[in-house]
């Protein structure tokens, strides 16, 4: 069974750093296109970044220059390094993957950035 | 950038009528890489229709996709009480980015 978990959620002052983690199960990471999309609260879903299988990424204009995205092949683990963070980043993250045509998504983190 | 434009943006209908959510982009969608999520408060988005008009695994056969190009609709045939929830549009064809539509808020 597939499973993506997400972790690394939390308060974090504007300016400030935070990495989240996407422990995925049932499938290797590593061989799909990994996303990560976010929802800020009361707002619709936005896309934020992807990893394709041979390790290209790509990233939303609003987060190009400050967000990251990495995997950890053995720990089978995706990454989401976030800096310069801005209130504006507020929002549930997911993480999700692609197969095909279909989706699949974990049940996702909260940030918070607030002084 | 394809911008995919939801209508309407809340339905109020009861339970037993027929939905029907519109979805329109402004490009045509790549091989017909549209789907159709479903998400209530607090969970994430729910995988319903792939392709335009897969359903997804465990689906119930009142949800049903149709379109190709640039429009593209969902209906429910009829609503069951828990129906009732925000529904979003997403392209995937044409991407980075993927984009969502707006979402449409079926209500009572």
């Known amino acids: 069974e597939v499973q993506l978990v997400e972790s690394g959620g939390g308060l974090v002052q504007p300016g400030g750093s935070l990495r989240l983690s996407c422990a995925a199960s049932?499938?290797?990471?590593?061989?799909?296109?990994m996303h990560w999309v976010r929802q800020a609260p009361g707002k619709g879903l936005v896309w934020v970044s992807r990893?394709?299988?041979?390790?290209?990424?790509y990233y939303a204009d609003s987060v190009k220059g400050r967000f990251t995205i990495s995997r950890d092949n053995a720990k089978n683990t995706l990454y989401l390094q976030m800096s310069s963070l801005r209130a504006e980043d507020t929002a549930v993250y997911y993480c999700?993957?692609?197969?095909?045509?279909?989706?699949?998504w974990g049940q996702g983190t909260l940030v918070t950035v607030s002084s | 950038e394809i911008v995919l434009t939801q209508s309407p943006g809340t339905l109020s209908l009861s339970p037993g009528e027929r939905a029907t959510l519109s979805c329109r982009a402004s490009?045509?969608?790549?091989?017909?890489?549209l789907a159709w999520y479903q998400q209530k408060p607090g969970q994430a988005p729910r995988l319903l229709i792939y392709?335009?008009?897969s359903r997804a695994t465990g689906i119930p056969d009142r949800f049903s996709g149709s379109g190709s190009g640039t429009d593209f609709t969902l209906t429910i045939s009829r609503l069951e009480p828990e129906d009732f929830a925000v529904y979003y549009c997403?392209?995937?064809?044409?991407?980075?980015?993927?984009?969502f539509g707006g979402g449409t808020k079926v209500e009572i």
């Open positions: 999700a993957r692609e197969y095909y045509e279909i989706w699949e």
């Open positions: 049932g499938f290797t990471l590593s061989s799909y296109w």
């Open positions: 990893i394709n299988h041979d390790g290209s990424t």
């Open positions: 490009q045509s969608v790549s091989g017909s890489y």
């Open positions: 392709g335009a008009s």
């Open positions: 997403q392209q995937h064809g044409s991407s980075p980015p993927v984009t």
